[in-house]
DNA sequence: TGTATAAATGAATGACTATTCAGTATCCTA
DNA sequence: TAGGATACTGAATAGTCATTCATTTATACA
């Protein structure tokens, strides 16, 4: 059986990498596959740790339950957005630079992983409990982010000046989650940051500064 | 127990007044009322049984099974939407009141009835292939409604002429359905419409409509 | 009122699966 | 190499719950 041959030279060769500690990230790498392509409630730990190549109760060494594989898929992937975003932005000269670069970031990071996406875009937003969690936490602060170059924007005179920063943001981040969501939901195989300059213009408009698209 | 008595009560007060057919009724209601409250998993249908005050396999003369229960939920209230909406929308003079005028309604519908809210904003996301379909058969339709104000706006030179109509139809669906969703997990009882001036001029601005911010 | 049809009931069934834990293998140190 | 600590295993457990269906109850009509 040659299929499952795979995984398991897959399974010991990764093993044999860096055996004990990054079993965790196996776990989490076959927690995205197969959660991205059955759903949350209908993957079993069972199949996650078959995947992963290690028994079912190994699971239960690394987190606490199975909502906490769903938690910690977040955390990573978030960790390294937040990671890749903040050098980017650091250096851009004004507003309108940085939320382009924002809505670039965004697209680029989403579409890179299509079974990431399915997860972030759809998985992830189970149950009323889970995305207060991650909103109140996580999402928060991206909001805050984005709220604080509106601001600048509006004080330097390059975005309206009649601007509620946080009602900004919100539709900005709004703008963003939408365009990820409905590539996740198209199946055709196009590139999601190919939008990026033409969302980017839409974005600016919002906020008042009156670019030519792209 | 009072409790269980106004329950009886009210059960038999409506089995009276039309006794076979708002019983679907009645069922859709208790749904939206539990899974509203412990989420879509969390509800058996037992309880959504209990609170219609039939008994289980009742459920299952009016639904085929447990999802068409939600299915039902949602094209009930998007049939509501669409009906309210219709009229509103058809006297309207130009594009940039027709676009105020969807903001003001979406966000009115949805800050109705904050248990239905949640069951759209939240527990109808469930899963991929459930997205799909609701996506592309009823949420279809209204993007396709904006897209036509969005198009008519360009071509009467209200909104900028080098839009994409359902790029830009996305993008403000994206903000009212942050928005929505940004006033379901905010705890505190403000009213979602009061917004929609605000809204509207981060839409309209968008689009490239310049009025000024409401 | 009696009978046929339809509607409603709710206990029983059958599947499914998260989590545990007694036992096994592996690693490390002296 | 002993033997203690650590990591891993996977079969068994303990629930949960959607769905069915043999009965019972209501309705319509003659």
Chains 1, 2 share one sequence.
Request: net charge neutral.
């Amino acid at each position: 059986m040659p299929w499952q041959w795979l995984l398991l030279v897959n399974g010991y060769s990764m093993m044999a990498r860096r055996s004990s500690e990054d079993k965790k990230e196996r776990i989490l790498d076959a927690a995205t596959v197969e959660i991205a392509r059955r759903g949350y409630h209908q993957t079993s730990v069972a199949v996650i740790a078959r995947r992963a190549g290690v028994a079912d109760g190994t699971i239960y060494l690394y987190f606490k339950n199975k909502e906490e594989i769903l938690v910690s898929l977040f955390t990573r992937a978030l960790g390294r957005f937040i990671a890749q975003g903040k050098d980017k932005l650091a250096g851009l000269p004004d507003a309108v630079a940085k939320l382009r670069a924002i809505v670039d970031l965004h697209l680029t990071l989403v579409g890179q992983d299509r079974d990431l996406a399915i997860i972030t875009q759809v998985e992830l937003r189970h149950s009323l409990h889970f995305l207060e969690e991650l909103s109140r936490a996580q999402v928060g602060e991206y909001l805050g982010v984005i709220a604080g170059v509106v601001a600048e924007g509006a004080a330097s005179g390059l975005f309206r000046r009649d601007l509620d920063p946080m009602l900004a943001a919100k539709a900005v981040f709004g703008v963003l989650d939408e365009m990820a969501t409905d590539w996740v939901l198209s199946r055709r195989n196009t590139r999601l940051e190919a939008k990026a300059p033409e969302v980017a213009a839409l974005v600016l408009g919002m906020v008042g500064a009156n670019g030519p698209a792209a």
